[in-house]
């Protein structure tokens, strides 16, 4: 069967129960970027070439090890596999989901966050530091667990190859930007770390990005918005995407949630997602009725969003959703996906820190609060010992 006809059955497939999230770094570009060609950044929330398919599923606060698995159950929506859990640690002001995967038609953000892993940033394992195909070793396709093009469940993105493309170069102590991209939004925030680069790149550990989350600088975000591709482009299993545009002179300033209190690595900070989910939660619902206004009130969302969608803007959108998934609500050709994703990428400044010159790798960690799913990638740099004046 023609892959392209196939994907919207496994869409409608996973929006039964809730759809997985998926995110992603465009700049630096990410290893598991190797099908992209032309701008990456331009790939923004399409998750093209299966980038976003390396992940870890089934993992919870204070868990020893993720289990790989995501089931439902009637009376909970959510079973959880892991005996050893910890005490949530998040601020309220800093939730962006209302509990259990699926969200209710309100009020959201009860006080209780639950286990998992945006409910005490960092704490949770992961399967790899990298990323896992299929987020474990099984496709699940209620989860979105699928391997991206190419490789098989359970590969670990350690495995990939470097990029045909030049290499990020950093001064120590500069502060440079980096983008990245939600295909599916799953609350929670993030982190980006780094690691010296290990004589094999398959040595990488998530204990060695541990030691060095690297700052956020200042306390604005900005959304760059990527408008200008062919949604011919953007199929999820589109195995040779035309070569991607450079993204318009279009971004909007948005003051950034940080949180430093119950993170680990201790006292470090994590960033909340600034784009808000719909009240309703995330599946067929999402996208046909986000709120009563369809999307274009602060209350439709988790949240209040960050401003209005200018891609959405024939939509009367505000900025907030699921993502590209949500296609699935009208059962359309998944060769549409640019009417229902996320067209920027969200861009943050970041303080390179006083490290010896070297080759580094920066990892981009997401801990979701929607679903017990960790979302990961990992980019090659080069840290010169230019201090920067």
Known sequence: MNTYLLLPVLLVLSSVTGVAGHGYVLDPPPRSALRIKGNIKGVTGSCVGGISYWFSQGCTIGCNKCTGKVDFIPDTTFKNHC????????????RTWENGEIGGLGPPLRKKCGTF???APGSSPVMGPCGTACGGPDINLLRQGLPPVGFKCNHDARALPPLDVPKAIW??????EAQFALAANHG????YRLCPMPSKYGDLT?????QMPVEFYGDQQQLQFCEKANSAQFPPFNTNP????ECEDNRINVTAVDVNEGTIPAGSTWRRNPIPGCINGAGVLDQAFCGLGRGSREKDFMFPPPGSDPARSQWSKLLGGYGVYSGVADLGDARKAKKYMFQFNI???????????GDYVLQWRWDCEMAAQIWLSCSDVAITNDVAV
Request: aromatic residues 14%; proline residues 13%.
């Open 83 to 94: 005996k050893e859990q910890a005490s949530e640690t998040i601020p309220y002001y800093a």
């Open 117 to 119: 892993p945006w409910c």
């Open 171 to 176: 001064k120590a102590g500069s502060i440079v």
């Open 188 to 191: 929670g925030g993030y982190q």
């Open 206 to 210: 998530e204990e060695c990005f541990e």
């Open 242 to 245: 035309m070569p991607f545009p």
């Open 347 to 357: 861009v943050d400044k970041l303080v390179v820190p006083k490290v010896p010159a």
